[in-house]
Nanobody
Framework: QVQLVESGGGLVQPGGSLRLSCAAS????????MGWYRQAPGKQRGLVAD???????HYADSVKGRFTISRDNAKNTVYLQMADLKPEDTAVYYC?????????????WGQGTQVAVSS
């Protein structure tokens, strides 16, 4: 099994910044991809950003230029630096890791961390 532990959420004013972290541990050979998703009340969970083990990134249009995803492969950790936050960024943010172990790829999810943007 694999555990994902997230941290860094909270309440911030519009225009502010937050940094989310997610560390994976357990039965891991490699993690081909890691990402962040979010779910606002009454909406479906959607991709915010993801990153491959080689460093290729992909962002949702709504966060391009404001959010930056990065990872430390040695620590099996992914980060999401969020800047110029807007009220519409308010959501529960979930970490995702696509883990390879004994030739089997499995998606794992963190417990979620709340981000609230409000004045």
């Amino acid at each position: 099994q694999v555990q994902l532990v997230e941290s860094g959420g909270g309440l911030v004013q519009p225009g502010g910044s937050l940094r989310l972290s997610c560390a994976a541990s357990g039965r891991i050979f490699s993690i081909p991809a890691m990402g962040w998703y979010r779910q606002a009340p009454g909406k479906q969970r959607g991709l915010v950003a993801d990153i491959t083990s080689g460093g290729s990134t992909h962002y949702a249009d709504s966060v391009k230029g404001r959010f930056t995803i990065s990872r430390d492969n040695a620590k099996n950790t992914v980060y999401l630096q969020m800047a110029d936050l807007k009220p519409e960024d308010t959501a529960v943010y979930y970490c995702n890791a696509r883990v390879l172990w004994r030739a089997v790829v499995t998606d794992y999810w963190g417990q979620g961390t709340q981000v609230a943007v409000s004045s």
